[in-house]
């Protein structure tokens, strides 16, 4: 006997994380009686009264509980959700399947969500002259509506739409073909262009008869918003995945950048803010310039953490199996380093020392001034930011150079000492046979920008975080690839600069001019939770990595959810005692402990918070740098700087108090240097905002005592 097919709603994953355990496990059951005899009595499907399509059935799950689907032919089942009782039957009553005449794909359409997100709408005719208001849509016609691809249900609701910002909040029931399509009309783009831009790309090249349903499960636009699944295993190991690269259908604005066919001329920049998909543009371009990559050459994709590579690498194969990732090197930037390094010195490689230890090493130095006289964080800042930014080797590179960036003025003596004090230092490492990773790479790019193109060990560089790589990273990887089309496609946003890393691009050789993209669609976080993020920028100014500044103009997300919560309380024992309650509360909405992370400024925090956890019952785990916990390992608890690039459902930020964030050792004083204490609070800043913007559904900022100065403007949007 054939085996019956079910195909899952993308939708369905959100019903099936809100059940119980034991719903789920019954959830299973069901599917595999299904799959087993699809004719069997048993599953009591039955249409709900007064449903908008007719094929649409609710079956049981237990007493309580019941599935919703869409029961086409005998073979063929749909499960859009399981609710309880009362919900499943109205969810069935507003649902409607049909295939696409555009792209071909099967379409699930919610008619009650979408009048739903409408009914919030300030009244149109509420204008001081009285006169109605007219609809953001009322140039295109339903006839331009259906052969843009839009299903003519949805008509009559964006005839309602009055005003942008119920757009946003409508488009996240839509369809994604539809969703595109209203999302560049509300853009002010023209009908044409969207056919052109949208619709056409999506568009089936197979003739479509909208009653094939068989058919359309193989059109990849079904596979978009469905999946089909072979059994019951495969089934469990789907909704235990989060939502991963290969799932996702690019927007048009990410395809045109990842896709691209013709080559680009040389370097290409793509900035945007948190979540707008520059990582997901980034492994598709990878995906595309490995598609057609010579054999023999090879592709690096490179970012700054380890732990963010690791990531990229697992992502990698999610979207093209073990034949892409073949065909890529995916390490971070200080792994490249010493790579190169390894084979220019071979066995005289010396030992690498990371920041951490550079520092200690620079206090140490310090401490033996006698009388003390410049101080470690002053010394070791003019090293990294002026001597390995520009690699001078000498005393008169270094009399010569330019020290813009730093606001502390150096006279001729006072240069003459600081030099010696960095000879030194470099002396000392070099008899120790040790090196510091910043350092490494300077001395790689030195020696590789000296290389002749054939020797030049890639042919493609994809840059992830671009904008936390220092100087001595660009020169090195723009020594990694020859000039030429395609050499270096890089993503970033200097919003998130959490390391004092700041340069330019143009400085490196790398000439973005022409070539420069910015994305503007968040997909990760809700508009509530991005209105707050936002606030917590300050006035501040950023950089577009290159000479210009940046803003976040345009810059919105189609989710809609709860508003974030901001609490201080008296003390921390309190603070910490209130977070575990904002988890059990998290817990009891659904979420898996897996799916809430809690970050904290320092490790010493974190620790207490995952303490305070833990005393409540609660599991938790303490994420460090490096490491991914197994999964069951309870809540995640990490500091700002390892969160990056991350996303969880649900995110708490401790310890956010004024003596905290910014924290005083992290900034210089303003009398020492005023231009690096501006840039420290603003690194300070973006941590906070690196950390807030990981969360997709809730976010929570706490603080004991006096609140950070940072939290003023996330409170105005609260
Ligand atoms: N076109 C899309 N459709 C649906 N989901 C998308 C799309 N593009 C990206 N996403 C999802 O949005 C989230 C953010 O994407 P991604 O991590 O690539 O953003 P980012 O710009 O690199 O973020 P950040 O800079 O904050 O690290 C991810 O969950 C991703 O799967």
Redesign the pocket.
């Known amino acids: 006997m054939p085996k019956a097919q079910v195909v899952m709603a993308d939708v369905f994953q959100k019903y099936y994380d809100d059940l119980d355990g034991s719903v789920q496990a019954q959830v299973l059951q069901f599917i595999m009686k299904m799959q087993r005899d699809p004719d069997a009595n048993g599953l009591n499907l039955k249409p709900p009264k007064g449903g908008k399509d007719k094929r649409v059935r609710t079956a049981r799950i237990n007493d309580n509980f019941r599935a919703v689907l869409m029961h086409y032919s005998d073979r063929i089942y749909y499960l859009v959700a399981v609710q309880p009782h009362d919900d499943a039957y109205t969810l069935a009553s507003h649902i409607i399947f049909d295939i696409n005449k555009v792209t071909g794909g099967v379409e699930l359409i919610n008619l009650a969500s979408l009048t739903g997100t409408l009914s919030g709408q300030p009244d149109p005719r509420g204008t001081d002259d009285g006169a109605a208001k007219p609809s953001v849509f009322a140039a295109v016609s339903d006839a331009d509506f259906d052969r843009l691809g839009v299903h003519p249900s949805v008509v009559p609701a964006l005839r309602e739409i009055h005003s942008d910002d119920a757009i946003l909040g409508f488009v996240e029931h839509l369809p994604k073909l539809a969703r595109d399509v209203i999302l560049c009309l509300a853009d002010g783009m023209s009908v044409e262009a969207v056919w052109e831009h949208v619709s056409s790309v999506a568009a089936t090249s197979d003739t479509v008869d909208p009653e094939d349903y068989e058919a359309a499960n193989e059109r990849p636009a079904t596979k978009e918003s469905f999946v089909v699944t072979g059994d019951v295993a495969e089934f469990g190991r789907i909704m235990s995945e989060p939502?991963s690269?290969w799932r996702?259908?690019?927007?048009p604005a990410?395809r045109a950048l990842a896709e691209r066919k013709a080559p680009y001329n040389g370097p290409v920049r793509v900035t945007?803010g948190?979540?707008?998909?520059?990582?997901?543009?980034a492994l598709h371009r990878v995906k595309a310039l490995a598609d057609r990559l010579p054999p023999g050459q090879a592709i690096l994709l490179t970012t700054y953490t380890t732990t963010l590579a690791e990531l990229l690498r697992s992502l990698l194969e999610d979207l093209g199996g073990p034949q892409l990732t073949a065909k890529v090197d995916v390490r971070n930037i200080d792994k490249v380093s010493y790579g190169i390094a390894k084979e220019i010195f071979g066995s005289e490689l010396p030992k690498t020392l990371d920041d951490t230890e550079i520092r200690k090493r620079w206090d140490d130095l310090a401490d033996e001034q006698h009388p003390h006289r410049w101080d470690a964080r002053f010394l070791e800042s003019e090293w990294k930011q002026v001597v390995l930014a520009q690699d001078l080797r000498s005393r008169d590179d270094y009399f010569a150079a330019t020290r813009s960036g730093r606001g502390k003025r150096l006279n001729r003596p006072e240069r003459a000492q600081v030099w010696a004090l960095i000879e030194t230092f470099e002396h000392r490492l070099d008899a120790a046979g040790e090196v510091g990773v910043t350092q490494l790479a300077a001395q790689a790019a030195r020696i590789a920008r000296g290389w002749t193109d054939e020797s030049r060990p890639y042919r493609h560089i994809v840059v992830d975080e671009g904008q936390d790589l220092h100087a001595a990273h660009w020169k090195l990887l723009r020594a990694l690839v020859p000039v030429g089309q395609d050499d270096l496609f890089i993503?970033g946003?200097a919003h998130?600069r959490i390391y004092d890393n700041q340069t330019t691009l143009s400085a490196h050789g790398i000439q973005i001019r022409g070539r420069s993209k910015r994305?503007t669609l968040n997909?990760?976080t809700t508009r509530q939770i991005l209105a707050a993020s936002l606030g917590l920028l300050g006035d501040a100014t950023f950089d577009d990595l290159d000479e210009s500044t940046e803003d976040l103009g345009g810059y919105r997300s189609v989710l809609g959810g709860a508003a974030p919560e901001l609490t201080g309380y008296p003390t921390s024992a309190a603070e910490l005692t209130g977070l575990a309650g904002g988890v059990e509360g998290w817990l009891a909405e659904g979420l898996k402990e897996e799916e809430i992370v809690v970050a904290a400024r320092t490790n010493k925090v974190a620790e207490a918070a995952v303490e305070a956890l833990r005393a409540e019952g609660l599991k938790a785990v303490q994420v460090r740098s490096r490491q991914t916990p197994p999964a069951g390992s309870g809540v995640h608890v990490m500091t700002m700087h390892r969160i990056k690039?991350l996303?969880y459902r649900a995110v708490a930020i401790v310890g956010v108090g004024a003596g905290f964030v910014p924290m005083p050792s992290a900034v210089t004083s303003a009398a020492e240097d005023p231009l690096q204490h501006d840039r420290d609070l603003q690194r300070e800043r973006s941590l906070l905002f690196v950390s807030a913007?990981r969360a997709r559904e809730q976010l929570a900022i706490s603080w004991s005592g006096e609140a950070s100065p940072f939290l003023e403007g996330a409170r105005k949007h609260h």
């Open positions: 939502l690269a996702i259908f690019l927007h990410q945007g948190p979540g707008t998909g520059k990582t997901v543009v993503v946003d998130q994305l997909y990760r690039g996303e913007t």
